[in-house]
């Protein structure tokens, strides 16, 4: 037996084929997943296609027999024109549908904005009780017009009414035949295209809403990429790959609170489902159909198989729940990032958050805050409270607060009628109250507020916030105040400071700078416009943010490796920044402190995207007790270069008693020093190392990981040299990886502890002389023969600074950087 059933209006039909203007569909169609019978059954015959009544047409009644029992009368009309926009009114009566049952006649009126609209209808202004003749929909997943990129974010699209709306009558008895529909026109004019019986108990437009599904493949094949699930009378989300581990081993990973691999693979997967119990779910890979299933039966048997595929119910009922996060000790409402989801992986993320932070897709740029994606978990900030739906029954919660709480990862269970859930996180360490500080030294694209929240929920208390330029692109241009962001009550700070970029000479982030210093990036792409030119060098930018009492910073040091040599020589640089553990990243530090240059050590995130939790890579600046927690005393601490840099581990170092930044004085002829070491960790460590001149003296290994590692050895200095800790493993190159997109290891490293041998310090190294003076030629080669530079003409070009001669301001810091290194190889003695 048909489940829906087309009329044949053909001996009704009384409207040509002008109306409605540009229709495509004639004969069998399609609208909703029903089937409709508009005109006659040979579309490309000649003659009506429409029944039209009201207006300029037939306002005497017509009668349509029908003669038979049906659950539903689905009628596609619309009308032709309306006045609401001009002032008219709203419900004004169309027609009645009149149903004769041998329970009598049935009146139902038809009004306008109710049961009836025009198809181009003004925004805002649809039908209340009729449906478009087309479904809600998604975007494309992936492709798309670029400027429509936000509205794909969204993954869903509102239905318009393409040429009808279709609104359906019920009658009383459905085992009573239905003899005749009158339809009774009272003034506007309207058409019907078409009418068909629903002859199934459900109704015939979804009206449950969407519940989620388990996608799962039974050949044993596995495919990568996406899936695709298609509902042909109502609607489906896009299905997500859900964890590939089990949970008992996602409840026991060592990496709590911070993600979990991606599964690569399509399948499992999880969609939401909305659609009638005649529905029809086609579930696709590629060009590939896996197999089709009955959504009645999925919903009545639990699941349904056919071919390769199982789609399964996984609906467990769900409660609005308030949740509230605290901290253990003092039961205050702790920020952090959080994370619902079902024993099986099925999302349910806070309100206002959604369960794929940009669906799963790249975000530099886009979608960047508010949310963090780490591997197969998205995040969401919270201020320490939140609410949402949860689904009933065993739910996994993911929290995390930084370095310095453990991380809650553990199975609650939601009752039915449970409105309220409380979690706790325990502090196992308070370095602020030990008067460290730590900070983010590079972020991207966040606005203030929402750094302000995201260092909150990371534990964080310094952000700064960089704006800069990508081509010809301008970010965070609106950021820039000239003066930090506080907020008090939860310690975090933003200051909206810069990243200055050349793509050979090298990036400088400036911190603190309390005016602009521009141009922002010199010299064309990726970092400045397409054909710009060389307009300043690092050594400018560096001298300008100096003058506004401000601090300079390498970042990813040294790299794009062509003048930081050049203002290292010079004195320029505040510090280096290590965004990855890198084996080149370390060796050109450990170059350039065996060259004698005193450079603390930051950690920085460059977080362009939003699988990079702000502070990853964090900087701690010790800060006196008797300084108070300012911006300025944490970037005037970091100076001083009592710091450590943390991807996890906190460390803390003591050389004769004395921190890092210090420098230990010995006599003439060197001796030892008492090192004392101590790593804690959230994460299991392995090793931890001293390190002096970059070669390891000292260690202390666990091959099973632990949460603390310590040493305490006397090591033998007999000469000029520096002392740091590190600490990861197995290792220490051989670091767990976070499960942020740069897949960053878990790492900690100290700024140095300096010994002076005999007088004042004064390491140098040859080798690491020669290699700055060659990096300096190469600056000087860039900037004489490939570099784009405007006519050195006065009266064609003004600069932003005051010399005349524009070439020789370029070159200067380069040529003033090799003086200051061979005046350096002349007091050592070791010039030619």
Not at 725 to 733: D, E, K, L, T
Request: proline share 7%; aromatic share 8%; with cysteine.
């Amino acid at each position: 037996m048909d489940d829906y059933l087309p009329l044949d209006l053909t001996p009704h039909l009384n409207a040509g084929p002008e109306l409605p203007p540009g229709h495509p569909h004639l004969g069998a169609v399609t609208l909703r997943g029903l089937p409709f019978q508009i005109g006659p059954p040979d579309p490309a015959a000649d003659g009506q296609r429409f029944v039209a009544a009201g207006g300029s047409h037939t306002l005497a009644p017509l009668r349509i027999p029908i003669g038979r029992p049906a659950r539903h009368v689905i009628i596609a009309h619309r009308l032709l024109a309306s006045h609401i926009l001009e002032g008219g009114p709203v419900g004004e009566l169309v027609a009645e549908y009149v149903f004769r049952t041998a329970g009598g006649e049935h009146a139902v009126p038809v009004r306008e904005r109710f049961e009836i609209s025009v198809v181009q209808v003004h925004w805002g202004q649809w039908p209340f009780h009729a449906w478009p003749d087309t479904d809600d929909g998604k975007p494309n997943r992936r492709e798309g017009p670029w400027d429509a990129v936000g509205f794909r974010q969204t993954e869903a699209g509102q239905a318009y009414a393409h040429s009808y709306y279709l609104w359906y009558w019920t009658p009383p008895d459905p085992a009573e035949a239905i003899e005749w529909l009158e339809i009774r026109a009272a003034g506007p004019a309207f058409l019907i295209a078409a009418i068909t019986l629903g002859l199934l108990d459900e109704d015939p437009f979804p009206r449950v809403s969407g519940v989620p599904v388990v996608i799962a493949t039974t050949d044993g094949v596995e495919r990568r990429g996406d899936l695709d699930l298609q509902v042909d009378r109502g609607t489906a989300t896009f299905p997500y790959a859900l964890p590939a581990e089990p949970v008992e081993q996602y409840l026991a990973d060592p990496q709590r609170g911070f993600g979990q691999a991606q599964n690569q693979a399509a399948t499992p997967a999880t969609a939401e489902v909305a659609a009638t119990p005649s529905a029809t779910l086609t579930v696709s890979h590629g060009q590939e159909v896996l197999g089709r299933v009955r959504w009645g039966e999925v919903t009545a048997a639990g699941q349904a198989a056919d071919d390769r595929v199982v789609v399964r119910l996984a609906d467990t009922g769900r409660n609005w729940v308030h949740t509230r996060v605290v901290d253990d000790d003092t039961g205050q409402a702790l920020p952090c990032r959080i994370h619902f989801r079902t024993p099986e992986g099925i999302p349910y993320q806070p309100h206002g958050h959604p369960p794929y932070a940009n669906r799963n897709l790249g975000t530099w740029h886009i979608d960047v805050g508010g949310d963090l994606r780490l591997g197969q978990i998205t995040y969401a900030y919270i201020d320490g409270a939140c609410q949402g739906w949860l689904p009933r029954g065993k739910l996994i919660v993911d929290v995390a607060r930084g370095y310095e709480y453990e991380p809650l990862r553990t199975e609650v269970e939601i009752q039915r009628g449970q409105r309220e859930l409380e979690l706790r996180l325990k502090r196992v360490r308070d370095l602020n109250a030990e008067r460290y500080f730590c900070g983010d030294t590079h972020v991207h694209f966040l606005s203030t507020n929402g750094a302000h929240l995201e260092a909150a929920g990371e534990g964080l208390n310094v952000v700064n916030l960089l704006q800069s330029q990508w081509g010809h692109l301008f970010t965070n241009t609106e950021e820039f105040t000239g003066e930090p962001s506080v907020r008090a009550g939860q310690k975090t700070i933003v200051y909206a400071a810069q990243e200055n970029r050349q793509h050979i000479l090298g990036h400088l982030t400036l911190l603190g700078q309390k005016r602009p210093i521009m141009p922002w990036c010199s010299d064309g792409p990726s970092e400045a416009e397409l054909g710009g030119n060389l307009e300043t060098t690092l050594s400018r930018w560096a001298d300008e943010c100096h003058r506004q009492g401000g601090t300079v910073v390498i970042p990813h040091a040294p790299n794009p490796n062509g003048e930081p040599a050049v203002m290292i020589a010079t004195g320029r640089v505040d510090a280096l920044e290590w965004c990855q553990q890198d084996v080149y990243m370390h060796g050109q530090y450990y170059r350039y402190l065996n060259c004698g240059y005193r450079l603390p050590i930051v950690g920085g995130t460059d977080k362009m995207t939003s699988d990079v939790p702000v502070g990853v890579y964090r900087t701690y600046v010790y800060i006196p007790e008797d300084e108070e927690f300012t911006y300025e005393s944490w970037c005037r601490n970091l100076r001083q270069g009592n710091t450590f840099h943390s991807g996890g581990p906190l460390l803390q170092l003591k050389v004769d008693g004395q921190m890092p930044g210090s420098t230990v004085q010995l006599a003439g002829n060197g001796g030892t020093v008492t090192v004392e070491a101590v790593a804690t960790s959230i994460f299991p460590i392995h090793e931890l190392q001293i390190v002096q001149q970059g070669e390891v003296v000292a260690s202390v290994s666990d091959a099973h990981g632990t949460g603390r590692l310590e040493l305490k050895e006397e090591v033998r200095v007999t000469g000029h040299s520096w002392l740091a800790a590190r600490v990861s493993g197995p290792g220490y190159h051989g670091g767990q990886p976070h499960h942020d997109g740069w897949r960053r290891s878990l790492m900690g490293h100290t700024s140095p502890v300096y010994v002076a041998v005999g007088g004042e310090y004064a390491l140098f190294n040859m080798e690491t002389a020669q290699y700055m003076l060659t990096l300096i030629e190469g600056g000087l080669t860039h900037i004489r023969n490939v570099a784009k530079q405007h006519p050195h003409d006065r009266e064609m070009v003004t600069h932003p600074h005051t010399h005349e001669d524009h070439q020789k301001w370029l070159e200067e810091p380069f040529h003033e950087a090799a003086e200051a290194i061979h005046r350096r190889m002349h007091q050592m003695g070791l010039a030619h």
